[in-house]
C-alpha cells in the first residue's frame, strides 16, 4: 500500500508565495511520474504540474513562469513552489504519484495509482 501525505497550503495575499510538499510512503518499488492537480469551487479538477522520475516536466499554460515542481527521488517526496499567486489559483490541491509497489509476502510488484487528500490554498486580493 501507498499512502501519500500533503503539506504546505494555506492562505496568503496576491503576489505571495508558498510551497507544497507531498511524500508517499508504504511498500513502494519504485515511483514513475509525481504531479499536482487542483479542484477550484464550480470547477473540475485540473492538472497543474507534473514531473517524471527522470526529472521532464510539465505545467499548464496558467502557471508556467510561476510554478516550479521538483522531487527528491531518495524521500519519494514532490514539491510544488508557486510564486506570484494570483487570487484564480484558489483551490484544493492534490498530489498523484503513479508506480510499483511490493505486493506484501509476495516477490510479487504491481502498480498503483494513488492520489492525496487535498491540501486548501486561498490567495486573497
Known amino acids: 500500500q501507498v499512502q501519500l501525505v500533503e503539506s504546505g497550503g494555506g492562505l496568503v495575499q496576491a503576489g505571495g508565495s508558498l510551497r507544497l510538499s507531498c511524500a508517499a510512503s508504504?511498500?513502494?518499488?519504485?515511483?514513475?511520474?509525481m504531479g499536482w492537480f487542483r479542484r477550484a469551487p464550480g470547477k473540475q479538477r485540473e492538472l497543474v504540474a507534473t514531473v517524471t522520475g527522470g526529472g521532464s516536466t510539465n505545467y499548464t499554460d496558467s502557471v508556467k513562469g510561476r510554478f516550479t515542481i521538483f522531487r527528491d527521488n531518495a524521500k519519494n517526496t514532490v514539491y510544488l513552489q508557486m510564486n506570484s499567486l494570483q487570487p484564480e489559483d484558489t483551490a484544493v490541491y492534490y498530489c498523484?504519484?503513479?508506480?510499483?509497489?511490493?505486493?506484501?509476502?509476495?516477490?510479487?510488484?504491481?502498480?498503483?495509482?494513488?492520489w492525496g487528500q487535498g491540501t486548501q490554498v486561498t490567495v486573497s486580493s
Open positions: 508504504g511498500t513502494i518499488f519504485s515511483i514513475n511520474t
Open positions: 498523484k504519484a503513479e508506480g510499483m509497489v511490493r505486493v506484501v509476502f509476495t516477490e510479487r510488484i504491481s502498480p498503483f495509482v494513488n
